[in-house]
């Protein structure tokens, strides 16, 4: 007999029930090659969007300038900057913020 699993709107399983198995590959099970692999199929598959601020924040991480300097410069907090760039990662879902800007630059979002 299986249980019959209930999903809240917010995709959280009512207690005492089982989630339902997805296809997506548990991040833990795989080598650090496999979540590249992983990571790399899913922004292919996807559009890489990223704010202005976003762009404008992630070009001057890669032409090497701390996130200090950077908020100095745009007249921002330190913890706003690392905010954008946490947010553009977890929107790209990309495992690190170098990986972002590989593919920031790649796709041709950032120069």
């Known amino acids: 007999m299986t249980k019959t699993t209930v999903v809240t709107d917010r995709g959280i399983p009512i207690k ?3 989630r339902p198995k ?5 991040w833990t099970s ?5 979540r590249r692999k992983t990571d790399i199929d899913e922004l292919m598959s996807q559009s890489f969007y990223l704010t202005s601020r ?3 924040i992630l ?4 032409h090497g300038e701390r996130y200090k300097e950077i908020a100095n410069k ?6 706003s900057i690392k905010n954008h ?16 800007i590989y593919w920031a630059l790649k796709l041709g979002r950032i120069s």
Do not use: F, M
């Open 54 to 56: 976003q762009i404008q």
């Open 16 to 18: 005492g029930e089982r």
């Open 59 to 62: 070009q001057l991480v890669a």
């Open 74 to 79: 745009l007249g921002l907090k330190e913890s």
């Open 30 to 34: 795989l080598s650090v090659d496999e």
């Open 85 to 100: 760039v946490r947010r553009a990662r977890e929107y790209s879902k990309t495992l690190s913020t170098p990986n972002l």
């Open 22 to 26: 997805t296809d997506k590959p548990n």
